[in-house]
C-alpha cells in the first residue's frame, strides 16, 4: 500500500513538472492576451484519468498553485493595477479553480475511451467558464477585439477572447487523449489505474 501511494505521487510529480514545461511551450500568443500551448493540460488529465478525480484534484491543484506563481512572475499578475479585492479574485478564477478543475478529466473514466473524453472535454470546458467568469466579473471585460469586432457586453467579448484560446487547447487536448489511450504502444502508460 505504500509503495502505491509513493508512486502515485511521483506520478503526480512527473505530471505536474511536464504540465508546467509545457504551459511555457506557447505556440500563439494572441495580440490581446491570452496563448495556445504545447497540450499544456494534457498531463494533468491524463492523471486524471488514470488515478481518479480525487488524485486528479489533488495534482491539479498544486498545478493550479505553480501557474498561478508563474503568472506572478512572468506576467506580471501583482503589476496589472487591480484593487485587492479584483486580484484576489482572479488569482481565484483565472488560476486556482480554472486549473484545479481539470481534475475532474477523470470522473467518468471508467466508461472506456468515450467517458475519458467525455471527462477530459468538461474539465477543459469548467476551466473556460472560469476564464469567462473573470472576465465578466472581476475585469468587465469590453472593448475592440479586433478590427471589426467590438462590444459593450463583457459576456460575449469574455466569451470570444476566452474562445479563442481555449478552443483550440480543448481541440488540441482531446485530440491527443483519444491518440494516448487508442494506440497499443501506450496502453501500459495510459490504462486507468485504481
Same mark, same amino acid.
Given at each position: !500500500?505504500? @509503495? $502505491?501511494?509513493?508512486?502515485? *505521487?511521483?506520478?503526480?510529480?512527473?505530471?505536474?513538472?511536464?504540465?508546467?514545461?509545457?504551459?511555457?511551450?506557447?505556440?500563439?500568443?494572441?495580440?490581446?492576451?491570452?496563448?495556445?500551448?504545447?497540450?499544456? /493540460?494534457?498531463?494533468?488529465?491524463?492523471?486524471?484519468?488514470?488515478?481518479?478525480?480525487?488524485?486528479?484534484?489533488?495534482?491539479?491543484?498544486?498545478?493550479? %498553485?505553480?501557474?498561478?506563481? *508563474?503568472?506572478?512572475?512572468?506576467?506580471? %499578475?501583482?503589476?496589472?493595477? %487591480?484593487?485587492?479585492? !479584483?486580484?484576489?479574485?482572479? /488569482?481565484?478564477?483565472?488560476?486556482?479553480?480554472?486549473?484545479?478543475?481539470?481534475?475532474?478529466?477523470? !470522473?467518468?473514466?471508467?466508461?472506456?475511451?468515450?467517458?475519458?473524453?467525455?471527462?477530459?472535454?468538461?474539465?477543459?470546458?469548467?476551466?473556460?467558464?472560469?476564464?469567462?467568469?473573470?472576465?465578466?466579473?472581476?475585469?468587465?471585460?469590453?472593448?475592440? *477585439?479586433?478590427?471589426?469586432?467590438?462590444?459593450? @457586453?463583457?459576456? *460575449?467579448?469574455?466569451?470570444?477572447?476566452?474562445?479563442?484560446?481555449?478552443?483550440?487547447?480543448?481541440?488540441?487536448?482531446?485530440?491527443?487523449?483519444?491518440?494516448?489511450?487508442?494506440?497499443?504502444?501506450? $496502453? @501500459?502508460?495510459?490504462?486507468? $489505474?485504481?
Amino acid at each position: !500500500m505504500r @509503495n $502505491k501511494k509513493l508512486q502515485i *505521487l511521483i506520478e503526480g510529480a512527473i505530471m505536474v513538472a511536464l504540465a508546467t514545461v509545457l504551459s511555457l511551450i506557447k505556440f500563439s500568443p494572441l495580440p490581446w492576451g491570452g496563448s495556445i500551448t504545447l497540450l499544456s /493540460m494534457l498531463p494533468i488529465v491524463v492523471f486524471s484519468i488514470r488515478r481518479g478525480i480525487l488524485c486528479g484534484f489533488g495534482v491539479s491543484f498544486v498545478y493550479a %498553485l505553480l501557474q498561478l506563481g *508563474l503568472g506572478i512572475v512572468f506576467d506580471g %499578475l501583482i503589476g496589472w493595477g %487591480l484593487t485587492p479585492g !479584483m486580484l484576489i479574485a482572479c /488569482m481565484i478564477f483565472d488560476y486556482i479553480l480554472a486549473f484545479t478543475v481539470l481534475g475532474i478529466a477523470g !470522473m467518468f473514466r471508467t466508461k472506456g475511451l468515450a467517458g475519458q473524453v467525455a471527462g477530459a472535454a468538461i474539465a477543459i470546458f469548467l476551466r473556460f467558464i472560469s476564464h469567462i467568469l473573470s472576465g465578466v466579473y472581476v475585469f468587465a471585460s469590453a472593448g475592440k *477585439l479586433w478590427d471589426g469586432f467590438e462590444t459593450d @457586453n463583457s459576456w *460575449l467579448y469574455s466569451i470570444v477572447y476566452n474562445a479563442s484560446y481555449m478552443l483550440p487547447e480543448l481541440i488540441f487536448t482531446i485530440a491527443a487523449v483519444v491518440i494516448i489511450f487508442r494506440l497499443p504502444q501506450f $496502453k @501500459n502508460i495510459s490504462s486507468v $489505474k485504481d
